[in-house]
């Protein structure tokens, strides 16, 4: 079964971490809101979520993606670099082992799983402010018995390598060519944000449904276009603390 791990959001929101982005006001309860619709959204394209309570003193927590990967064979809670958000791995490894065994990366090396694209076998590692070569190198040795490969991306002018590009499966890789270098990539589909849309390369597909920010409108019409089922969601508020639509969730099957 399809299952999402999503997490409820921190009162202290506001007080997030921000890389590239000012900081704006954030409506606490807009926000609570949207991630809730952001959560039937997942349930409607067939995933059954399992919503965590938030953490009240960790600001980013509802960006559960950042502090674990989930593969098919073990599930890795990561040395995440902002170091504000480490106290928010626990709870979801106790989640997690439910689920798969758990493997621990360890510091110094850093990594934050919004850096890591998987497609098959392959890892793509975006080298970013929150993801080094040293956590990029331990993921992979960790990874290794597993048969899967770890590719270090660099990237430029964003937070993660899924700010700037993401897998929609078929073959298919969503992409700001500004902010991550397809050839880096290797030989798939690319479909390029629209113009003023830098950050539209954040989409998530949830079997044959594709969500992306209503904010991004003209790249879910060209979505569209290339013959994928979009849904487009306000998430306004949570994007202002620097998200996307693939943070607040981990998908796998369970």
């Known amino acids: 079964m399809l299952t999402a791990i999503t997490r409820g959001v921190s009162p202290r929101l506001a007080e997030c971490e921000l890389t590239w982005l000012d900081r704006e006001p954030i409506n606490l309860q807009l926000a ?12 409607r394209a067939g995933a059954r979520v399992i919503s965590l309570p938030a953490l009240a003193n960790h600001p980013d927590c509802v960006f559960v993606e950042d502090p674990a990967l989930v593969l098919d064979e073990v599930a890795v809670i990561t ?37 890591v694209m998987r497609i098959g076998r392959h890892l793509f590692a975006g080298l970013s402010h929150r993801t080094d070569q040293a956590g990029i190198e331990q993921l992979a040795r960790l990874l290794a018995p597993y048969g899967y490969d770890v590719i270090a991306v660099p990237l430029r002018n964003c937070l993660h390598l899924k700010s700037g590009c993401t897998y929609l499966g078929d073959d298919t890789v969503l992409i700001n060519p500004d902010w991550v270098e397809p050839s880096q990539l290797g030989e798939y589909r690319f479909l ?23 904010a991004w409108s003209k790249t879910a019409q060209q979505l569209r276009d290339a013959g994928f089922a979009v849904q487009e969601l306000d998430l306004s508020e949570l994007l202002k603390a620097e998200s ?11």
Do not use: W
Request: proline share 6%; charged share 25%; aromatic share 4%.
């Open 32 to 43: 609570i809101a949207q991630h809730q619709a952001y959560e039937k959204a997942l349930e």
């Open 79 to 115: 040395s995440m670099g902002a170091e504000s958000r480490r106290g928010e791995r626990e709870s979801l490894a106790e989640e997690l082992a439910q689920f798969r065994p758990v493997l621990r990366m360890e510091l110094p090396g850093t990594l934050e799983g919004g850096d």
């Open 192 to 214: 390029e944000v629209a113009p003023g849309e830098p950050a539209a390369a954040n989409a998530l597909r949830v079997k044959d449904t594709v969500l992306i920010p209503s």
């Open 244 to 254: 996307g639509v693939t943070c607040s969730s981990l998908l796998f099957e369970a």
